[in-house]
């Protein structure tokens, strides 16, 4: 059983806000408007406090998010994308570091679970909002650059844990 004091406080803060990451992965493959942005950050909210199985890595995740909210403190502080960069890139190289974190920590069955509650998280946010059309009409509910995030988050949830002790203290290679 894994839980918060297994982690360095750097490593914490960054399983915590993997959940809202992982949706603003999807955001970011497709951004709309500011409605749509809403629509999904909220998902990704409601997703990150309420995780899919009762780990209590997971669950110690989830109380924190929903601590932070309460407190109105924002659970994506500290995390800022870069201008010289794609905010798509850099988002999904967060996760990775995660993955590596919550792999050299966790048990394989933690992992597994926290990642389905990425895909989770992310799949909230891509049901959350419509994408593209006029005033609704030709609207998708999941867009194609959404539908290749999902893809992505799906196959890095999936993967085995890194070999060597990786901490995800490094950027990925």
Known sequence: MTTKSA???EEWVRVVRAPLVA???VSLADPGGPIEATKESVA???????P???EQLLAEVALEVQ????ERRNPLGGFKLAKDRPPREQVFEELQATHRI???KATP???AAFGTWLVAAAQSAADAAKEGGFMGIG???VSEGERDMLEQIQALATADAPAGGDRGDEPPA
Not at 45 to 50: C, F, I, M, Q
Not at 67 to 70: E, I, N
């Open 7 to 9: 982690f360095t406080e």
């Open 23 to 25: 949706g603003m992965a």
């Open 44 to 50: 990704s909210l409601k997703s990150a406090t309420n």
């Open 52 to 54: 899919p199985s009762r």
């Open 67 to 70: 601590s932070m909210a309460q």
């Open 102 to 104: 919550v792999a050299a």
């Open 109 to 111: 069955e933690e992992l």
């Open 139 to 141: 609207a998708q509910r």
